[in-house]
């Protein structure tokens, strides 16, 4: 099984927290450069958070930054986002990504590798 699985998702009022997992098993999530994207209905796909092979190095978009930490576990092959003080302009769907190729980390394109996602709604 390559395909990831996103869990962690979850109905909300805003203010409130969660933190997104992201499984798998076939590779290791270590040694990838991986990501976390979201799309909202009628929006377009965005990038949200990044975290380079080896985890020495993060990434955030600004809409996110300060409220979210994008974080391996090795020994559980795993990827997480925490997410604080959730607004409902987070409201989305949540997927996680593997890259592939070399290119901006919030450009999709360059993910070839994606989980069915995970939905977060916040409400005010």
């Known amino acids: 099984q390559v395909q990831p699985v996103e869990s962690g998702g979850g109905s909300l009022q805003a203010g409130g927290s969660l933190r997104l997992s992201c499984t798998a098993s076939?590779?290791?999530?270590?040694?990838?450069?991986m990501a976390w994207f979201r799309q909202a209905p009628g929006k377009e796909r965005e990038g949200v958070a990044a975290?380079?092979?080896?985890?020495?190095?993060?990434y955030y978009s600004d809409s996110v930054r300060g409220r979210f930490t994008v974080s391996q576990d090795n020994a559980r092959n795993t990827l997480y986002l925490q997410m604080n003080s959730l607004k409902p302009e987070d409201t989305a769907m949540y997927y996680c990504?593997?890259?592939?190729?070399?290119?901006?980390?919030?450009?999709?394109?360059?993910?070839?590798?994606w989980g069915q996602g995970t939905q977060v709604t916040v409400s005010s």
């Open positions: 975290i380079c092979a080896g985890g020495s190095r993060t």
């Open positions: 076939g590779y290791t999530y270590s040694s990838y450069f």
């Open positions: 990504a593997t890259r592939s190729r070399p290119g901006a980390w919030y450009e999709g394109r360059t993910y070839s590798i």
